[in-house]
């Protein structure tokens, strides 16, 4: 456990994801805290100014954007803005992205650009430190108008409602403000709205997926060698000189490290060709990979962007109110890193087909006694049936709108929802190549006279100090349960 001092510089995912695994504190650096102070007082000041109207800060919201709310009543305005905006249902967001939100949020705020009171920012910065977390629930965003009913339950607690979860204990926003000695933060003009517009919700599960899916990628292509291995694949195919005319950055990679992963053999092989799964290694594995970072760069820029809207430029003594909350860019990016690791599960499941199907001098199954028993049959059908479900999620969300607000807010990104449904798919991939594992294992303890290199030879020891060999028929989802979470453990 360390410090993190937040002073408005560019964080990169890998920086952003060691504060939290190193569970550091998270304080406001002397830039922060001045730009905050800035942009606090230009707001105050603008709103002073003889009849200056502003959208959220003294106008209603969506579709009532025309309509002026008298000065006595902002504050409000912005406490009635979170009220009716925590509209959120379906199941409760993980701990783990929920944290991520909060961090997110601090972030932007920190910048200067939203008008909001320092001590709001730090009660953001101290729930993160703390590990208080708000009860928020992942269906209700549209992802346009920023994630706001998500961002909603996220800030409730700050004005001592809602509800909070503390080290497993679940209590109400009022009672964690009186446990912890606070008081309830008075929302004043724009506040409301800098906590609800933004698209924090989105980009948590962005940067999630990210971390995650680079994490995946590489174990899942360690056990992808430790297959080829078992199946007596050809290494020829991931020769550099067939992957250099190509030019595709993911697949020069993954050829390289295929490279390293196999063991150099001269054994005299009595096939001409691997199927696909094997031979294509480089280019599926590579293109998810390129995907990957693709989507590393957009939940980057959005990790350090002002996501809210109207903007404060002090500099220019201007207030413009535009569309940065609009999730499409984040939406686009969550559905294709969703299709490309669908496809490391697709192909991983192409391979346990091929292993269990008898070819290669494997037996049927990978059972040493085919008939009496069954082996790995059915766990072919779990990996086919998780695959099935992977392409049913991948249908785009991004491509979808509906109308919200009386048709102020009449093209949505649906980015909230690609989110949830990529999360899902993350999950599915990780029991996907976790059954390879096991397949893997299997198969290989049929080659006993054969080597593998260090590195892969340690996937195989791991999995085999957890799960033994399957002489007989025994009850399988033991196993395939305790390759998963060994999976699990390797990627957190």
Same mark, same amino acid.
């Given at each position: 456990?360390?410090?993190?001092?937040?002073?408005?510089?560019?964080?990169?995912?890998?920086?952003?994801?060691?504060?939290?695994?190193? +569970?550091?504190?998270?304080?406001?650096?002397?830039?922060?805290?001045?730009?905050? /102070?800035?942009?606090?007082?230009?707001?105050?000041?603008?709103?002073?100014?003889?009849?200056?109207?502003?959208?959220?800060?003294?106008?209603?919201?969506?579709?009532?954007?025309?309509?002026?709310?008298?000065?006595? %009543?902002?504050?409000?305005?912005?406490?009635?803005?979170?009220?009716?905006?925590?509209?959120?249902?379906?199941?409760?967001?993980?701990?783990?992205?929920?944290?991520?939100?909060?961090?997110?949020?601090?972030?932007?705020?920190? #910048?200067?650009?939203?008008?909001?009171? !320092?001590?709001?920012? &730090?009660?953001?910065?101290? !729930?993160?430190?703390?590990?208080?977390?708000?009860?928020?629930?992942? /269906?209700?965003?549209?992802?346009?108008?920023? *994630?706001?009913?998500? !961002?909603?339950?996220?800030?409730?607690?700050?004005?001592?409602?809602?509800?909070?979860?503390?080290?497993?204990?679940?209590?109400?926003?009022?009672?964690?403000?009186?446990?912890?000695?606070?008081?309830?933060?008075?929302?004043?003009?724009? &506040?409301? !709205?800098?906590?609800?517009?933004?698209?924090?919700?989105?980009?948590?599960?962005?940067?999630?997926?990210?971390?995650?899916?680079?994490?995946?990628?590489?174990?899942?292509? $360690?056990?992808?060698?430790?297959?080829?291995?078992?199946? +007596?694949?050809?290494?020829?195919?991931?020769?550099?000189?067939?992957?250099?005319?190509?030019?595709?950055?993911? /697949?020069?990679?993954?050829?390289?490290?295929?490279? #390293?992963?196999?063991?150099?053999?001269?054994?005299?092989?009595?096939?001409?060709?691997?199927?696909?799964?094997?031979?294509?290694?480089?280019?599926?594995?590579?293109?998810?990979?390129?995907?990957?970072?693709?989507?590393?760069?957009?939940? @980057?820029?959005?990790?350090?962007?002002?996501? *809210?809207?109207?903007?404060?430029?002090?500099?220019?003594?201007?207030?413009?109110?535009?569309?940065?909350?609009?999730?499409?860019?984040?939406?686009?990016?969550?559905?294709?890193?969703?299709?490309?690791?669908?496809?490391?599960?697709?192909?991983?499941?192409?391979?346990?087909? #091929?292993?269990?199907?008898?070819?290669? %001098?494997?037996?049927?199954?990978?059972?040493?006694?085919?008939?009496?028993?069954?082996?790995?049959?059915?766990?072919?059908?779990?990996?086919?049936?998780?695959?099935?479900?992977?392409?049913?999620?991948?249908?785009?969300?991004?491509?979808?709108?509906?109308?919200?607000?009386?048709?102020?807010?009449?093209?949505?990104?649906?980015?909230?929802?690609?989110?949830?449904?990529?999360?899902?798919?993350?999950?599915?991939?990780?029991?996907?190549? $976790?059954? @390879?594992?096991?397949?893997?294992?299997? $198969?290989?303890?049929?080659?006993?006279?054969?080597?593998?290199?260090?590195?892969? #030879?340690?996937?195989?020891?791991?999995?085999?100090? *957890?799960?033994?060999?399957?002489? /007989? %028929?025994?009850?399988?989802?033991? *196993?395939?349960?305790?390759?998963?979470?060994?999976?699990?453990?390797?990627?957190?």
């Amino acid at each position: 456990m360390g410090q993190f001092i937040l002073n408005n510089q560019w964080i990169t995912i890998a920086e952003f994801e060691r504060i939290l695994s190193n +569970d550091d504190k998270v304080v406001l650096g002397e830039k922060a805290i001045e730009a905050i /102070q800035k942009g606090y007082a230009f707001l105050h000041k603008k709103i002073n100014e003889s009849g200056a109207v502003f959208y959220g800060i003294n106008t209603g919201f969506g579709s009532l954007c025309d309509t002026v709310v008298s000065p006595k %009543d902002l504050d409000q305005l912005q406490v009635n803005l979170i009220r009716s905006h925590a509209c959120g249902l379906g199941a409760e967001v993980p701990v783990q992205l929920i944290r991520r939100m909060l961090l997110l949020k601090a972030i932007a705020l920190a #910048k200067g650009y939203s008008g909001v009171q !320092l001590v709001t920012v &730090e009660r953001l910065l101290f !729930l993160f430190n703390n590990h208080i977390t708000p009860v928020v629930y992942e /269906q209700g965003s549209l992802g346009a108008s920023g *994630d706001l009913a998500p !961002l909603a339950h996220l800030c409730l607690p700050l004005i001592g409602e809602g509800e909070v979860q503390i080290q497993g204990e679940r209590i109400s926003g009022g009672e964690m403000l009186q446990r912890f000695q606070l008081s309830p933060i008075r929302l004043q003009a724009k &506040e409301g !709205l800098a906590l609800l517009n933004g698209t924090q919700f989105m980009n948590a599960y962005g940067i999630y997926m990210v971390s995650a899916g680079e994490k995946l990628f590489h174990e899942g292509l $360690a056990i992808a060698a430790l297959s080829l291995e078992a199946f +007596d694949g050809r290494q020829e195919p991931f020769n550099a000189k067939v992957h250099d005319l190509r030019h595709q950055t993911g /697949q020069i990679l993954v050829a390289e490290k295929m490279r #390293k992963l196999l063991f150099p053999s001269h054994r005299l092989k009595k096939h001409v060709q691997d199927p696909y799964s094997f031979r294509c290694i480089p280019q599926v594995h590579g293109a998810s990979w390129d995907t990957i970072e693709y989507a590393k760069r957009i939940n @980057e820029n959005e990790l350090n962007a002002v996501t *809210d809207n109207p903007t404060l430029f002090p500099e220019d003594n201007t207030i413009i109110s535009a569309g940065n909350f609009h999730g499409q860019p984040l939406a686009l990016a969550l559905d294709f890193m969703a299709i490309a690791l669908a496809e490391l599960g697709s192909i991983a499941e192409r391979r346990i087909y #091929k292993l269990i199907s008898g070819s290669r %001098d494997l037996p049927p199954f990978l059972t040493p006694y085919p008939g009496l028993n069954s082996g790995f049959m059915i766990l072919q059908y779990s990996a086919a049936s998780i695959v099935s479900q992977n392409k049913q999620l991948c249908t785009p969300a991004s491509v979808d709108t509906i109308d919200s607000s009386n048709g102020q807010e009449d093209h949505v990104s649906m980015g909230a929802n690609a989110a949830t449904k990529g999360k899902r798919i993350i999950d599915n991939v990780t029991s996907l190549i $976790a059954l @390879e594992w096991l397949t893997a294992c299997q $198969a290989f303890d049929f080659r006993k006279e054969w080597s593998l290199t260090v590195d892969v #030879k340690g996937y195989y020891d791991a999995l085999r100090a *957890d799960v033994s060999f399957l002489e /007989q %028929d025994r009850y399988l989802h033991d *196993d395939m349960q305790k390759a998963c979470l060994l999976l699990q453990k390797r990627l957190n």
